[in-house]
């Protein structure tokens, strides 16, 4: 059965300390893994696919890797704006897409 | 000029009552979807549309039933409301439909049913 764990569930950090979201994920044949962030009262707003095991995307303080069994979301010097859900889904052979509960991050200035 | 929009944003029902979600997308896109956020945030699935025809119907209540108009609205009409309802619904859009597709969500409509 296709499975989305993301890890922490909440993680606080102060302004500048770096640190790693984690999505674990099970499927078959991995078509896409997404990351999304969402705000308070507001929909989830896309971020990165990446599509195969070795692949990286960067986007200002952030950056997705992704393994075979995993996939990270790095955080570079966070500031409070960072401070949001952030999603993980994934979407294998059946095209559907499984969500995690996301981790919850907050950046203390 | 907001790319994918959903109203009304709070929705507050009596039990057993009926009510709309409307939602509207200007991204040309040919595949829309409704979602169900729970209290602990899980984003589930519901119902999806390409080109006005139905794609994905999970197993979700026949008192939920999707209206697809247009390639560009996809409403939601509730009937007979239940307590367990309550959450927070999603419409979301997407190009083509693929798997590997980024969805584009709109702000969200939070239904309390009393």
């Known amino acids: 059965e296709d499975q989305v764990t993301q890890s922490p569930e909440a993680l606080r950090l102060q302004e500048g300390e770096s640190s790693s979201l984690n999505c674990s994920y099970t499927v078959s044949g991995l078509r896409g893994l997404f990351w999304y962030r969402q705000d308070p009262g507001k929909g989830p707003e896309f971020l990165f696919t990446?599509?195969?095991?070795?692949e990286e995307k960067e986007k200002e303080r952030l950056k997705a890797t992704l393994t075979k069994k995993e996939s990270f979301l790095h955080i570079t010097a966070p500031k409070p704006e960072d401070s949001a859900t952030y999603l993980c889904a994934v979407a294998g052979d059946n095209r559907k897409l499984i969500w995690g509960l996301g981790t919850s991050l907050a950046v203390n200035p | 000029d907001t790319a994918v929009s959903q109203t009304p944003k709070y929705l507050v029902t009596q039990m057993g009552n009926d009510k709309s979600i409307k939602c509207e997308q200007n991204l040309g896109h040919d595949t829309m979807y409704w979602y169900k956020q729970d209290s602990k945030k899980f984003l589930k699935i519901m119902f999806s549309?390409?080109?006005?025809?139905?794609?994905i119907n999970e197993t979700v209540p026949n008192r939920f039933s999707p209206k697809s108009p247009d390639k560009a609205h996809l409403n939601l009409h509730i009937n007979s409301l239940e307590l367990g309802d309550s959450a927070v619904y999603f419409c979301?859009?997407?190009?083509?439909?693929?798997?590997?597709?980024?969805?584009?969500f709109g702000s969200g409509t939070q239904l309390s049913v009393l």
């Open positions: 979301a859009s997407s190009h083509f439909g693929g798997p590997g597709e980024k969805l584009f």
């Open positions: 990446l599509y195969s095991a070795g």
């Open positions: 549309y390409n080109n006005k025809e139905l794609i």
